[in-house]
């Protein structure tokens, strides 16, 4: 039988999972007390948890639904790298269930060995640790979709509704170490190229792009960063800003807190206006951009 994994970052259910959460995301060094109320106090800011796990369930459950209108016996899955369900419980449950091939199909679309190969890596793990193991195929990235495209497309041109004609459109991502630039990794130039055709296809020709969300690591990270970005451009003169985040699929974290709390923070401190595309989320056409990767990898 076949199987998708989908597979997303995590999040922490509650405030009192924060902890065992960061603990996960640091190889399991404890966070300091300073660093804990940090991240505690952003989820603090947008409710309590953010909704990745429930979205990524809904994004399973739909593809699900949309692989046996055709037919399809494929069963899809759905994982946390960091948090309960992890991915090597997922998989141990896929096996279980009659599962013996696996696309590996990680929900943010452009490739580093830093991010998409670390989900990968613990597909790896997991499936070497059954007793016999699954064949796994792996879907490295999907950042050039046309349903992808498209779907962003729509939001861009949703979005700018209401803004003036000089509005300054900025795509942005999570940030990664600079170092990743040493060694070749795409995952920038993948960026660009699917900040590019989302713009031809939603008609514009001004557009730029910036990172977001570094952690403090005391290393250079890929830049520029946002609210730098934000400024540079404030004082260049924009005054109307719409933010594009292609990096995510899903509403979480780096979504709620750093876009639609920080920046939304910069924005209002200075009478600027800054209004955000709605993400993808479980969405039909992201559900269609899903089936279509399924498909040409044989799995629908």
């Not at 910036?210 to 540079?232: K, M, N, R, V, Y």
Request: net charge neutral.
């Amino acid at each position: 039988m076949r199987g998708i994994m989908l597979m997303a970052y995590g999040t922490p259910r509650t405030l009192a999972d924060v902890e065992a959460y960061y603990t996960d995301i640091r190889g399991g060094r404890k966070p300091s007390p300073s660093q804990l109320a940090d991240l505690v106090g952003r989820y603090e800011a947008i409710g309590g948890t953010s909704p990745l796990i429930q979205i990524t369930e809904r994004q399973r459950d739909k593809l699900q639904a949309r692989l046996r209108r055709d037919g399809s016996e494929t069963r899809v899955f759905a994982a946390m790298k960091h948090s309960p369900p992890f991915i090597k419980d997922t998989l141990a449950q896929a096996a279980s269930a009659g599962v013996d091939e696996v696309l590996a199909l990680v929900l943010a679309p452009h490739y580093s060995k830093m991010s998409i190969g670390t989900y990968m890596l613990a597909l790896d793990a997991a499936n070497a640790a059954l007793p016999s193991k699954v064949r796994v195929s792996y879907v490295w990235s999907w950042h050039t979709n046309p349903l992808l495209i498209q779907a962003w497309a729509r939001r861009v041109n949703r979005a700018r509704v209401g803004l003036g004609n000089g509005h300054s459109l900025i795509f942005s991502a999570h940030s990664l170490p600079e170092r990743i630039l040493a060694q070749r990794d795409p995952y920038r130039s993948q960026l660009l190229e699917t900040s590019e055709l989302i713009a031809a296809e939603a008609g514009y020709k001004d557009w730029s792009f910036s990172f977001q969300s570094a952690s403090h690591t005391g290393e250079p990270w890929l830049g520029p960063d946002i609210l730098d970005h934000l400024q540079a451009q404030f004082q260049a003169g924009r005054r109307e800003f719409l933010m594009a985040p292609i990096g995510f699929v899903s509403d979480h974290l780096e979504i709620l807190y750093d876009i639609d709390v920080e920046c939304r923070r910069w924005a209002n401190d200075r009478g600027a206006k800054l209004v955000r595309c709605e993400s993808l989320n479980d969405s039909d056409d992201l559900i269609e951009c899903l089936h279509s990767i399924a498909a040409e990898n044989g799995f629908a």
